[in-house]
């Protein structure tokens, strides 16, 4: 994606040429099907050669596979793409279409943490995914949005534990309706 341009555009602006800190108010990143929305963003690098950009208030994260949704993240660019995510919320949230499913998967946890390389999404402390139907929590969860491959581990907070919904059935009633 580093051919591809990157399209900024914000509420509002400053630059302090003596800390050489960018801030953003309203800022929207675009580069193809990346899509970084956030009410604050600040930064020491305009370049996405190779920075670290901090968000906060309503950080939303579109990628190709999934939307991230938080109150804070530290997003590395490493050759102008997005390269890692760490996202902060009470919860931080992930949502993703699995169209060939006619489902949805999603999660949510304290602390998330995205390799998009590798297509990675690690949910740290209070970690909860649901496939549509099923539901897994634990401490640790790690998660492939490529692959949608599941781990999860448990922690401090108690052993992994799996909610699993039977199938609904129709009633006599609901037949006869």
Partial sequence: MEDIPIKLSADSSDFNYNT??????GLKIKQGNLAIEAD??????????DGLWTFSGKVKIKTETAILYCDDASIHFTNHELSRAELLGSPARFEQAIDELGQANSGEANRMIYQTATGILELHTNARFIDGKNEISGDQITYDVLRQNLSAGSGDSGPVTILIEPPQHSTSQDKNQ
């Fill in 20 to 25: 050489r800190s960018l801030v953003f108010k």
């Fill in 40 to 49: 604050l963003a600040e930064t020491n690098e305009l370049d996405f050669a």
